[in-house]
């Protein structure tokens, strides 16, 4: 199965301030379509898990524009330019390149 | 506006069976591949099963193969899980998740195997 580490799995952010997470894979996430299935996902606290990206830098619908997805073959980033008050929760990273899906184990964000 | 709203979690004794239901509407559901994805309490998501738009493709975790099974009914727009043989670590509240990369998600219903 391809694991898919997170880092950090705690950051404590600042209102204002740049924020940034990593997720690694084990394989490269590269299809034999050429295109990487790298999703991020964002899951407030009560809240059900809401897709930000997808295909890696792809960003979903009203997903606003201080949110960037970068990376390729097994390193990926999410990085957060300001951060407000409306981030915090969890994200998670998940390939849908391999079977299994397989998720990161979440990086909790706070102020 | 695509919604999906899954039913049918509850308290099951270990060994038991429960079937979960997710009631699609807001979108073309036979074109699009379903996911069952879990959460057990205050931990991250584990990913259960798929199957695409015309079930003819079906994918488990190692974690519930031969226990649980997938299946839809496209003229009813509705997901299923039938779970077998139910054991405690399978609690979690359970998300139904539209498409191959899971763009859209349910509220979530609870499953809870203890006895």
């Known amino acids: 199965d391809v694991v898919m580490t997170q880092s950090p799995l705690s950051l404590p952010v600042t209102l204002g301030q740049p924020a940034s997470i990593s997720c690694r894979s084990t394989q490269s996430l590269v299809f034999s379509d050429g295109n990487t299935y790298l999703n991020w996902f964002h899951q407030r606290p009560g809240q059900s898990p809401r897709r930000l990206f997808f295909r890696v830098s792809k960003r979903d619908s009203g997903v606003p524009d201080r949110f960037t997805g970068s990376g390729s073959g097994t390193e990926f980033t999410l990085k957060i330019s300001r951060v407000e008050a409306e981030d915090v929760g969890v994200y998670y990273c998940m390939q849908s390149t391999h079977w299994p899906r397989t998720f990161g184990q979440g990086t909790k964000v706070e102020i | 506006e695509v919604q999906m709203v899954e039913s049918g979690g509850t308290l099951v004794q270990p060994g038991g069976s429960l079937r979960l239901s997710c009631a699609a509407s807001?979108?073309?559901?036979?074109?699009?591949?379903m996911n069952w994805v879990r959460q057990a309490p205050g931990k991250g998501l584990e990913w259960v099963s798929s199957i695409a738009g015309s079930a003819d493709y079906t994918n488990y975790a190692d974690s519930v193969k031969g226990r649980f099974t997938v299946f839809r009914d496209n003229s009813r727009n509705t997901l299923y899980l039938q779970m077998n043989r139910l054991r405690v670590e399978d609690t979690a509240t359970y998300y139904c998740a539209k498409g191959w990369s899971a763009d859209s998600w349910g509220q979530g219903t609870l499953v809870t195997v203890s006895s």
């Open positions: 807001g979108f073309t559901f036979d074109a699009n591949a």
